[in-house]
């Protein structure tokens, strides 16, 4: 695809940013989605209560879950936030590109599609660790 002038190429860019942002926050939605449902502790969680009795370690499971669920929540209204962002970009990009929208947004689905795949190969890995960290 051939970009005919600067505002094209920025609408581009800034699209693809967006996007990429986007698939982001729906890995971060997935990985902690996972973790929740197989009762994993992610490492970023840094939550501490002193003590080892029963207590203490249903305390520890119940402010994990929480934190979770409010992770989850914050990465929810960002998602929201992006897609606005997107739908305008994309209505934008096909008043500026006159017909040829689809073929840039083919050629930015290619560009981000590797990004993506090591993200979620990472995490699988990430996930991996923390199942046998658990055991």
Same mark, same amino acid.
Request: glycine share 2%.
């Given at each position: 695809?051939?970009?005919?002038?600067?505002?094209?190429?920025?609408?581009?860019?800034?699209?693809?940013?967006?996007?990429?942002?986007?698939?982001?926050?729906?890995?971060?939605?997935?990985?902690?989605?996972?973790?929740?449902?197989?009762?994993?502790?992610?490492?970023?969680?840094?939550?501490?209560?002193?003590?080892?009795?029963?207590?203490? +370690?249903?305390?520890?499971?119940?402010?994990?879950?929480?934190?979770?669920?409010?992770?989850?929540?914050?990465?929810? +209204?960002?998602?929201?936030?992006?897609?606005?962002?997107?739908?305008?970009?994309?209505?934008?990009?096909?008043?500026?590109?006159?017909?040829?929208?689809?073929?840039?947004?083919?050629?930015?689905?290619?560009?981000?599609?590797?990004?993506?795949?090591?993200?979620?190969?990472?995490?699988?890995?990430?996930?991996?660790?923390?199942?046998?960290?658990?055991?």
């Amino acid at each position: 695809m051939k970009i005919i002038n600067a505002q094209q190429a920025k609408i581009s860019n800034i699209y693809k940013n967006t996007r990429l942002k986007l698939l982001k926050t729906n890995v971060a939605i997935w990985f902690n989605k996972t973790c929740k449902m197989k009762v994993l502790k992610p490492d970023y969680f840094n939550i501490r209560i002193n003590g080892n009795t029963p207590q203490d +370690r249903k305390m520890t499971r119940y402010a994990t879950r929480f934190r979770i669920d409010q992770e989850i929540q914050f990465l929810r +209204r960002k998602k929201q936030h992006f897609n606005k962002q997107l739908y305008h970009l994309h209505l934008e990009g096909a008043w500026q590109h006159n017909g040829m929208w689809q073929h840039a947004i083919n050629n930015i689905d290619e560009q981000i599609n590797w990004v993506m795949e090591r993200k979620y190969f990472i995490l699988n890995k990430k996930l991996d660790k923390l199942l046998t960290k658990k055991k």
